[in-house]
């Protein structure tokens, strides 16, 4: 089956650096999307890899390893409105979204 | 603002009763998208329309019927719920369903629907 794995939730200080993985076993790979959603709000696009290496925008980064099925997302200089969950989803061979659980990112002061 | 408008926001309903979602985008998109989405739960894929043609249905029980009338709009119509029916429902679009695999899918905020 196919399946991706992300922390439930995580912890993280404001003006640190956090890094929320992502591991995933899918039916092909046509490329890995990260969103994050705040509560109550819809999820928004951050990240697209589908090559290997990594994808820096601004606070965020995105790093992908296609052989090791693996994934992370690099937010640094904590802002607390970066309090969100975040989600993972793989594009498998018949180009449909498999999506993980989301990690739920709590910011403190 | 996403370009992608559900309404309701919010929907509680008797499991006799019938409802539907709305929803709506506005930015030329091709392919739109139901979602199922439950607490610490991955989002589920209802079903998928690409140029108004449905292409996907995962298992969707019958008690919910989708319906496109065109490249913009997509409803869901809700008929004998059950009390496990109650999640956020979200609306997607993306330039099509496929061959563009970097252009991400655009959501709604979702219509929370709970069932008495």
């Known amino acids: 089956g196919q399946n991706i794995d992300q922390p439930t939730e995580m912890t993280a200080t404001e003006g640190a650096i956090v890094q929320i993985n992502c591991t995933y076993q899918?039916?092909?790979?046509?490329?890995l999307f990260w969103y994050q959603q705040h509560a109550g709000e819809a999820p928004t696009f951050l990240s697209y890899?589908?090559l290997d290496g990594l994808e820096e925008k601004g606070r965020f980064s995105s790093f992908l390893s296609r052989s090791k099925g693996y994934s992370y997302l690099l937010l640094k200089e904590l802002q607390m409105k970066d309090s969100a969950s975040y989600l993972c989803?793989?594009?498998?061979?018949?180009?449909?979204?498999?999506w993980g659980a989301g990690t739920k990112l709590i910011i403190k002061p | 603002e996403t370009g992608v408008t559900q309404t309701p926001r919010h929907l509680v309903m008797g499991m006799t009763n019938k409802k539907s979602l709305k929803c709506e985008q506005h930015?030329?998109?091709?392919?739109m998208y139901w979602y199922k989405q439950s607490a610490k739960k991955p989002l589920e894929l209802m079903f998928v329309?690409?140029?108004?043609?449905?292409?996907e249905n995962n298992s969707v029980p019958s008690r919910f019927s989708p319906e496109c009338p065109n490249s913009s709009h997509l409803f869901l119509h809700l008929h004998t719920l059950q009390p496990e029916d109650s999640a956020l429902y979200l609306c997607?679009?993306?330039?099509?369903?496929?061959?563009?695999?970097?252009?991400?899918?655009?959501f709604g905020d979702g219509t929370r629907l709970s069932i008495l």
């Open positions: 890899n589908v």
């Open positions: 930015l030329g998109h091709n392919a």
């Open positions: 989803a793989v594009m498998d061979s018949n180009y449909q979204l498999i």
């Open positions: 329309y690409n140029f108004k043609e449905q292409t």
């Open positions: 899918t039916s092909g790979f046509n490329g």
């Open positions: 997607a679009s993306s330039q099509d369903k496929q061959g563009h695999q970097n252009q991400p899918q655009h």
